[in-house]
């Protein structure tokens, strides 16, 4: 690096929101580590709200619509991050665009996955490959900055929430009739991948009964609306209906909220990053190092549920498992990684 005590680097985790969201510990730990670091996130317009405004960067570029489309839209982008000097590009893509981008920006440094992690021509264009021990996109996206003297840092997210989502969520949980707050988000997408209103509806009864939370439904769309009503009007008195949230200020209520459980999996990994307890009930995920981080997962079929608790190398399998849905997860099942999560809080106020 040409300055090793402020060096310039680029992190590239461009698409996907989910994934923008558990590699974030990547700035809080290069921060850490270089505290007069300019640290830069490249990123689309699809993943980029999330992570705009986070404390440890100090700026943001968002990429166009199209930027990837042609060769000289490509080089457009690759000159204008030549403009910004950086010496070290963190690449955590793995892809042949973010990889040749890095080299089209003559980057110093580049960094990436080695294989399975990253394809061949991005392996050809970034000058360090890493050899990832961990499975789970957190923990390997960390290993990127091996090269960079940075072993092992803390997991930490600080995930960036807007002041006047903040000051909104506060003022809609402030008069609760109940201690504490269970969000209850049933998931996007086709109603057959849903855990059934009814099943959603007892959890919220059991909830109030044994834990006495006060539950809400969210949602974001009008099928998901209708869905989270049906649930509503089955828990007796036990869930209400949240008002129509985006994820920065669902982020927010999380933030305020005591338990989470969900069939979805951006808001999941968010939850995750703000500390609340999490249950994922996203059954049809395939690929566990992309799951929950650290959270109960409860799988359906003829898996058992699994809890992320430490942070050691999986198993790695090339087997192609059949898509499941949540229909599968038993209302019992659920209950029980309720009773796993107050049992634990319960022992941290202890202590």
Request: aromatic letters at 6%; hydrophobic letters at 35%; glycine letters at 4%.
């Amino acid at each position: 690096m040409s300055n090793d005590a402020a060096p310039r680097i680029l992190i590239c985790r461009m698409s996907s929101l989910g994934d923008t969201v558990l590699t974030m510990p990547i700035a809080c730990a290069l921060r850490e580590h270089f505290p007069e670091a300019h640290l830069v996130w490249l990123v689309e317009k699809t993943a980029a709200a999330l992570i705009r405004e986070h404390r440890a960067l100090d700026d943001v570029i968002q990429l166009e619509v199209g930027w990837s489309e042609s060769l000289s839209r490509l080089r457009t982008t690759a000159r204008m991050i030549r403009s910004h000097n950086f010496d070290v590009m963190i690449d955590c893509e793995g892809t042949t665009r973010s990889g040749y981008l890095g080299w089209l920006a003559a980057i110093s440094q580049r960094i990436g996955f080695s294989r399975p992690h990253s394809n061949f021509l991005n392996r050809c264009f970034n000058t360090e490959q890493v050899n990832s021990v961990f499975d789970h996109l957190t923990d390997r996206s960390l290993e990127l900055l091996i090269p960079m003297g940075i072993h092992s840092p803390k997991v930490r997210w600080h995930l960036p929430i807007p002041a006047t989502a903040r000051t909104w969520a506060t003022s809609w949980t402030r008069n609760s009739p109940n201690p504490k707050l269970a969000v209850l988000d049933p998931g996007s997408g086709l109603i057959s991948k849903h855990w059934d209103a009814a099943n959603f509806a007892k959890l919220a009864c059991h909830l109030r009964s044994a834990y006495q939370y006060r539950s809400i439904i969210c949602w974001s769309t009008e099928a998901e609306r209708e869905f989270a009503n049906r649930i509503v009007e089955q828990s007796r008195c036990s869930a209400s209906l949240a008002p129509h949230t985006d994820l920065q200020h669902l982020a927010a209520l999380l933030e305020q909220s005591h338990l989470f459980v969900s069939g979805d999996i951006e808001p999941l990994h968010v939850s995750v990053a703000l500390g609340t307890p999490t249950i994922n009930l996203h059954a049809a995920t395939t690929d566990r190092n992309c799951d929950t981080y650290r959270q109960l997962t409860l799988q359906s079929g003829g898996d058992e549920e699994s809890s992320h608790g430490s942070s050691s190398p999986g198993h790695r399998s090339g087997r192609k498992r059949k898509r499941q849905t949540s229909h599968a997860i038993t209302f019992e099942r659920v209950c029980d990684a309720v009773a796993e999560i107050e049992s634990k809080q319960r022992l941290l106020r202890a202590s």
